[in-house]
């Protein structure tokens, strides 16, 4: 199975600060990641997909890239709307798996 | 407007089984793979598996072999995961979420499964 490892576990920020969260994946993946964010008590939203794609209606603040099989989710000026868990999925082979999640909270 | 609605939580008792609904609306239900998903309190996400409605083919986590399974009524427009022989290690929340091309781009809201006696 794929592993992703995802860092940090925590992060407090202060708004419009630039927030960055990373998956490294145990082995290439290609551009085959994801990342979604899950509100308090919600079901996970896709923000972004094939690594850098924003899906439709995410705000342009979000932004995915990639340096080999490394890949980062950057908010660029936090909002207080962006708390939550953020979470990578690997949708390169199966079994499908996610980071264990980034758990972002304002300062 | 595409809307994926699950049944209720269940409490149900250690090694009974349990089975969910997902109902889809706003899409062609043939067209898009449904995937299962598994969130244990305080922990991440696991996926579970995957159907493809259009011709009744399923994909397991090697995990959740045995233990899951995944049915859809194309006449309906509704996915089912069936849990079996349910322990506390199955109490988690359950989620549906469509496919498009591997990601899952909208999820139901999930159904809160707790298994005790």
């Known amino acids: 199975d794929i592993q992703m490892t995802q860092s940090p576990a925590s992060l407090s920020a202060s708004l419009e600060e630039i927030v960055t969260i990373t998956c490294q994946a145990s082995?290439?993946?290609?551009?085959?990641l994801a990342w979604y964010q899950q509100k308090p008590g919600k079901s996970p939203q896709l923000l972004i997909y094939?690594?850098?794609s924003l899906a439709d209606g995410v705000p342009s603040r979000f932004s995915g890239s990639r340096s080999g099989t490394q890949y980062s989710l950057k908010i660029s000026r936090l909002q207080v709307e962006d708390i939550g868990i953020y979470y990578c999925l690997q949708a390169y082979s199966a079994p499908l798996t996610f980071g264990s999640g980034t758990k972002l909270e304002i300062k | 407007e595409v809307k994926l609605q699950q049944s209720g939580d269940e409490l149900v008792r250690p090694g009974a089984s349990v089975k969910m609904s997902c109902k889809a609306s706003g899409y062609t239900f043939t067209d898009y793979a449904m995937h299962w998903v598994k969130q244990s309190p305080g922990q991440g996400l696991e996926w579970i598996g995957t159907?493809?409605?259009?011709?009744?083919?399923?994909s397991y986590n090697q995990k959740f072999k045995g233990k899951a399974t995944l049915t859809a009524d194309k006449s309906s427009n509704t996915a089912y995961m069936e849990l079996s022989r349910l322990t506390s290690e199955d109490s988690a929340v359950y989620y549906c979420?469509?496919?498009?091309?591997?990601?899952?781009?909208?999820w139901g809201q999930g159904v809160m499964v707790t298994v005790s006696s």
């Open positions: 094939g690594a850098t």
């Open positions: 159907i493809i409605p259009l011709i009744d083919t399923t």
């Open positions: 082995q290439d993946i290609g551009n085959w």
């Open positions: 979420a469509r496919d498009d091309q591997r990601y899952f781009d909208y």
